[in-house]
């Protein structure tokens, strides 16, 4: 069964990282794309950046400099990085895995498998 899991959301003062993790299982990276996507309450569903199945890494342009995806082939894992973290980045961030070799974060639409979410807060 493919499967997606988000972990390392949590509570982070405004200027602060932090990384998140999306553990697959069931299928590998190799063969996968995988996405991170955000959603904030009462907004739309927010494209933030993804990893090709060849490791090429393609961010939107509203986090360009601020997050870093990377990815773990022996753990099958996809990490993001966000640095300088504002209250606006407060969210349930998601990721999802789509079988092609290449992936856009403006296309959620591709993406088959996702996550339950992690819930990100960032205050003071």
């Known amino acids: 069964q493919l499967r997606v899991v988000e972990s390392g959301g949590g509570l982070v003062q405004p200027g602060g990282s932090l990384r998140l993790s999306c553990a697959a299982s069931g299928f590998s990276l190799d063969y996968y794309a995988i996405g991170w996507f955000r959603q904030a309450p009462g907004k739309e569903r927010e494209g933030l950046s993804c990893?090709?199945?060849?490791?090429?890494?393609i961010y939107a342009d509203s986090v360009k400099g601020r997050v870093t995806i990377s990815r773990d082939l022996a753990k099958n894992t996809v990490y993001l990085e966000m640095n300088s973290l504002k209250p606006e980045d407060t969210a349930v961030y998601y990721c999802?895995?789509?079988?092609?070799?290449?992936?856009?974060?403006?296309?959620?639409?591709?993406?088959?498998?996702w996550g339950q979410g992690t819930q990100v807060t960032v205050s003071s």
């Open positions: 999802a895995a789509d079988y092609a070799s290449y992936c856009s974060p403006y296309a959620p639409f591709h993406f088959d498998y």
């Open positions: 990893i090709t199945r060849d490791g090429g890494a």
